[in-house]
C-alpha cells in the first residue's frame, strides 16, 4: 500500500514538473519580450539569452507612447477598440440570428445554404482576399474602416455553427410552449433562445474581439491613412529596415496590446470553457 502511494505521489510530482516546463517553454517567447521592454534596444540583442533587464527602466513605455508622425498610441488604441467593439457586436447579432434561423426554422434548399455556409467558413481568407479588395475598391470603401467592419454584420461561419450547436441543444419543447403562450418567433429568440446560448454568445465575442484586435492583414490592405491605424498596423511603424529600429518601444506597446485579450480573457473565463467545452456534447 505504501509503495503504491510513494509511486502515486511521484508520478504526480513527475507530471506537474514536466508540466511546468512545457507551459514555460511555451511562454518564454511572451516572457522575453515583455522583460525586453524593459532593456534599452542594444542590451535586448546583446544579452539575447538573458530573461531579466540589468535595470527595470520605463523608457520605452514613455518613448512607445508617443507614437510617430505625431500620432500617439492613444489614437490606435482608440481606432483598434473601435474595429474590435462594432465588429464583435456585428459578428455576435448577426451570428445568433442566422444560427436561429438554421436550428429552428424551415424554409427551401435550407441544407445547401447550410453547405454552403460551411465552406465559406473553411475557406482561407487568402482566397477571397483579392476578390474582396476590388469588390470595395469598386464601393470606394478602401481607406476606411467599412471593409472591416460591415462585413462582419452578415454572421461569421464559426460562430454560426457554434450557436447552431447550442440551439439544438434546447428543447423545441420551450419553443412550443412559447408559442402556445402567444409568443412570436421574435420573443422566442430574445427571451427564450438568448438566456439559453449566453455561453456560446460570449464565446464568439472572445474569439471575434480577440481576431479583430489582432488583425493586421486587412489594416495592411485598406487603410493607408497613419490616423486610422489600429495598434496591430502601427506597432510594425518601429520596425525601419532603411535605419535603426527602435525594438524597446516596439516591445513595450506590443506588451500594452496584450492587455485588452489578456483581461477580457481573465474576466470571461469561465464563459470560455463552458461554452467551448458544452459544444462537444450539443447537438
Same mark, same amino acid.
Given at each position: 500500500?505504501?509503495?503504491?502511494?510513494?509511486?502515486?505521489?511521484?508520478?504526480?510530482?513527475?507530471?506537474?514538473?514536466?508540466?511546468?516546463?512545457?507551459?514555460?517553454?511555451?511562454?518564454?517567447?511572451?516572457?522575453?519580450?515583455?522583460?525586453?521592454?524593459?532593456?534599452?534596444?542594444?542590451?535586448?540583442?546583446?544579452?539575447?539569452?538573458?530573461?531579466?533587464?540589468?535595470?527595470?527602466?520605463?523608457?520605452?513605455?514613455?518613448?512607445?507612447?508617443?507614437?510617430?508622425?505625431?500620432?500617439?498610441?492613444?489614437?490606435?488604441?482608440?481606432?483598434?477598440?473601435?474595429?474590435?467593439?462594432?465588429?464583435?457586436?456585428?459578428?455576435?447579432?448577426?451570428?445568433?440570428?442566422?444560427?436561429?434561423?438554421?436550428?429552428?426554422?424551415?424554409?427551401?434548399?435550407?441544407?445547401?445554404?447550410?453547405?454552403?455556409?460551411?465552406?465559406?467558413?473553411?475557406?482561407?481568407?487568402?482566397?477571397?482576399?483579392?476578390?474582396?479588395?476590388?469588390?470595395?475598391?469598386?464601393?470606394?470603401?478602401?481607406?476606411?474602416?467599412?471593409?472591416?467592419?460591415?462585413?462582419?454584420?452578415?454572421?461569421?461561419? &464559426? *460562430? @454560426? %455553427? #457554434?450557436?447552431? $450547436?447550442?440551439?439544438?441543444?434546447?428543447? !423545441?419543447?420551450?419553443?412550443?410552449?412559447?408559442?402556445?403562450?402567444?409568443?412570436?418567433?421574435?420573443?422566442?429568440?430574445?427571451?427564450?433562445?438568448?438566456?439559453?446560448?449566453?455561453?456560446?454568445?460570449?464565446?464568439?465575442?472572445?474569439?471575434?474581439?480577440?481576431?479583430?484586435?489582432?488583425?493586421?492583414?486587412?489594416?495592411?490592405?485598406?487603410?493607408?491613412?497613419?490616423?486610422?491605424?489600429?495598434?496591430?498596423?502601427?506597432?510594425?511603424?518601429?520596425?525601419?529596415?532603411?535605419?535603426?529600429?527602435?525594438?524597446?518601444?516596439?516591445?513595450?506597446?506590443?506588451?500594452?496590446?496584450?492587455?485588452?485579450? &489578456? *483581461? @477580457? %480573457? #481573465?474576466?470571461? $473565463?469561465?464563459?470560455?470553457?463552458?461554452? !467551448?467545452?458544452?459544444?462537444?456534447?450539443?447537438?
Amino acid at each position: 500500500m505504501k509503495n503504491y502511494k510513494t509511486k502515486r505521489i511521484t508520478g504526480k510530482v513527475i507530471y506537474h514538473i514536466f508540466t511546468f516546463l512545457f507551459a514555460f517553454i511555451m511562454i518564454y517567447p511572451l516572457l522575453w519580450m515583455v522583460m525586453g521592454s524593459f532593456k534599452d534596444t542594444t542590451e535586448i540583442f546583446k544579452s539575447a539569452q538573458k530573461l531579466l533587464p540589468s535595470s527595470f527602466d520605463f523608457t520605452n513605455y514613455k518613448i512607445g507612447w508617443q507614437g510617430f508622425a505625431g500620432y500617439t498610441f492613444a489614437i490606435f488604441f482608440k481606432n483598434s477598440l473601435i474595429i474590435a467593439g462594432l465588429s464583435t457586436i456585428g459578428a455576435v447579432i448577426s451570428s445568433s440570428i442566422v444560427a436561429f434561423g438554421f436550428a429552428r426554422c424551415n424554409f427551401k434548399f435550407k441544407s445547401l445554404w447550410f453547405g454552403c455556409m460551411l465552406v465559406a467558413m473553411m475557406l482561407p481568407f487568402q482566397v477571397i482576399m483579392i476578390p474582396q479588395y476590388i469588390l470595395f475598391n469598386k464601393m470606394g470603401w478602401v481607406g476606411t474602416y467599412l471593409p472591416i467592419i460591415v462585413p462582419q454584420f452578415f454572421g461569421q461561419g &464559426f *460562430f @454560426i %455553427f #457554434l450557436n447552431i $450547436q447550442f440551439i439544438k441543444g434546447i428543447p !423545441i419543447d420551450l419553443d412550443e410552449a412559447a408559442y402556445m403562450d402567444g409568443c412570436s418567433i421574435y420573443k422566442i429568440f430574445v427571451q427564450i433562445i438568448l438566456p439559453l446560448i449566453k455561453p456560446a454568445l460570449v464565446t464568439s465575442a472572445i474569439f471575434s474581439f480577440m481576431w479583430r484586435w489582432d488583425d493586421f492583414l486587412a489594416a495592411l490592405l485598406y487603410l493607408s491613412d497613419p490616423l486610422k491605424y489600429p495598434v496591430s498596423y502601427a506597432l510594425k511603424m518601429f520596425a525601419d529596415p532603411t535605419a535603426g529600429s527602435d525594438w524597446g518601444a516596439m516591445f513595450a506597446m506590443a506588451t500594452l496590446s496584450l492587455l485588452p485579450i &489578456f *483581461f @477580457i %480573457f #481573465l474576466t470571461m $473565463q469561465k464563459y470560455l470553457v463552458e461554452g !467551448i467545452a458544452s459544444t462537444g456534447i450539443k447537438g
